[in-house]
């Protein structure tokens, strides 16, 4: 399982996918290890204001989900012709 904090820094290196370094005049995209290293400072920063975000738990799964695709409350379609 993931911690909140792991999620948001993937979160955060998605969305910096479109993000453009200048070097030397050119326009660059970030590699893969900026971007990680990007949102991993980010996270690590938000963690030294307290973490009223609760950065280092468990992020949870999303409510009714059991793992296997299929919310709790998902029942198979009867079949019959009554």
């Known amino acids: 399982m993931r911690t909140r904090g792991e999620v948001l820094s993937s979160a955060i290196s998605f969305a910096l996918i479109g993000a453009v370094k200048v070097v030397r005049g050119l326009r660059k995209g970030?590699?893969?290890?900026?971007r990680y290293a990007v949102a991993d400072a980010a996270v690590s920063q938000l963690?030294?204001?307290?973490?009223?975000?609760?950065?280092s738990e468990d992020f949870p799964p999303p409510a009714g989900d059991t793992g296997h695709g299929m919310?709790?409350?998902?029942?198979k379609p009867s079949t019959s012709s009554e």
């Open 30 to 34: 970030l590699s893969n290890d900026e």
């Open 47 to 55: 963690k030294k204001y307290g973490d009223p975000w609760k950065l």
């Open 71 to 75: 919310p709790t409350g998902w029942q």
